[in-house]
């Protein structure tokens, strides 16, 4: 009875480790298969190599990426990793960075 003891808190401490780390990685695994159902053709995604793209096509185990004008290859769904955000969105997030950069003056060289 005394050696179940012992090892009763390392069971559990272990148990409760495995749930919430399962849970983590079901919760990883839904995001991914929400972004490839959510795929549309004219999304710009990057892939699991680092390669970006526009999608020109889609079938249930691919996708047709335009990597450069008139360049089209082939990828399974598996490999998008995400999707690249709007050109607006970052040429308004580089905007701001411009403005604060701006609001807090360049530096003066001595001479």
Known sequence: ????????PLIIILGAFMFFASRKQKKA???TIDLHESLA???RVHTTSGLEG????IT???VNLEI???VVTTWMKLAVRDRVEPAEDAAEATDELTAASTEEGT???EG
Do not use: R
Request: aromatic share 4%; no cysteine; hydrophobic share 35%.
């Open 60 to 62: 249930d185990d691919s």
């Open 68 to 70: 450069a004008p008139g």
């Open 54 to 57: 526009t999608i020109t096509g």
């Open 1 to 8: 009875m005394g050696e179940m003891t012992l090892f009763l």
């Open 107 to 109: 530096p003066k060289t």
């Open 41 to 43: 053709i004219g999304d």
């Open 29 to 31: 695994m839904q995001a």
